[in-house]
T-cell receptor, first 112, second 115 residues
Framework: AQSVTQLDSQVPVFEEAPVELRCNYS??????LFWYVQYPNQGLQLLLK??????LVKGINGFEAEFNKSQTSFHLRKPSVHISDTAEYFC??????????FGRGTSLIVHP | DAGVIQSPRHEVTEMGQEVTLRCKPI?????LFWYRQTMMRGLELLIY????????DSGMPEDRFSAKMPNASFSTLKIQPSEPRDSAVYFC?????????????FGDGTRLSIL
């Protein structure tokens, strides 16, 4: 079985500040990891993914994430956020089942 | 490229009525997923199809819910009869043959309100 825990349901931050959204997973097999973003009234869009190789992956809109196998984590980071980054962010994992398991989501709120 | 297309975008109807949600996946994708999103329960997988065949419907909440995929370019999710607790945003997503590394592509959802 696989599971995903997003530790923060809401993260408020000021514009131009750095942000980290935390994601921990559990799986008995090798995993693929994803971050999706959901803007208001839209579906989820792929932000970035880790399949293999370098543990630091870069995505769209200046986001990056680091895969840490020993800590079973895949935290999402951005050095300087914009108002337009306000959205819901979902971490997802696929392992033996091949069907992704999504976390509950983290609401990123960027204040001016 | 056209993404996943869902219709209608919004649906408001009275309790007891039949509701049909529609989805057109991305051409060439052979997996199709139906999700429900609510504040209380987050994103729930209801059912998924592979090559038009339902593979796992264990997430379908009740017999009032049914889903079909008559061909590779069309799927429906039907609720009959509808109840207020069915109010949610319903998403359709599609992907290529999943070895687990293929991301899902989501539609913009149908916001369903049952009065």
């Amino acid at each position: 079985a696989q599971s995903v825990t997003q530790l923060d349901s809401q993260v408020p931050v000021f514009e131009e500040a750095p942000v980290e959204l935390r994601c921990n997973y559990s799986s008995s097999v090798s995993v693929y990891l994803f971050w999706y973003v959901q803007y208001p009234n839209q579906g989820l869009q792929l932000l970035l993914k880790y399949l293999s190789g370098s543990t630091l992956v870069k995505g769209i809109n200046g986001f990056e994430a680091e895969f840490n196998k020993s800590q079973t984590s895949f935290h999402l980071r951005k050095p300087s956020v914009h108002i337009s980054d306000t959205a819901e962010y979902f971490c997802a994992v696929t392992g033996g089942s091949y069907i992704p398991t999504f976390g509950r989501g983290t609401s990123l709120i960027v204040h001016p | 490229d056209a993404g996943v297309i869902q219709s209608p975008r919004h649906e408001v109807t009275e309790m007891g009525q039949e509701v049909t949600l529609r989805c057109k996946p991305i051409s060439g994708h052979d997996y199709l997923f139906w999700y429900r999103q609510t504040m209380m329960r987050g994103l729930e997988l209801l059912i998924y199809f592979n090559n038009n065949v339902p593979i796992d419907d264990s997430g379908m909440p009740e017999d009032r819910f049914s889903a079909k995929m008559p061909n590779a370019s069309f799927s429906t999710l039907k609720i009959q009869p509808s109840e207020p607790r069915d109010s949610a945003v319903y998403f359709c997503a599609s992907s290529f043959s999943t070895g687990g590394y293929q991301p899902q592509h989501f539609g913009d959802g149908t916001r369903l309100s049952i009065l």
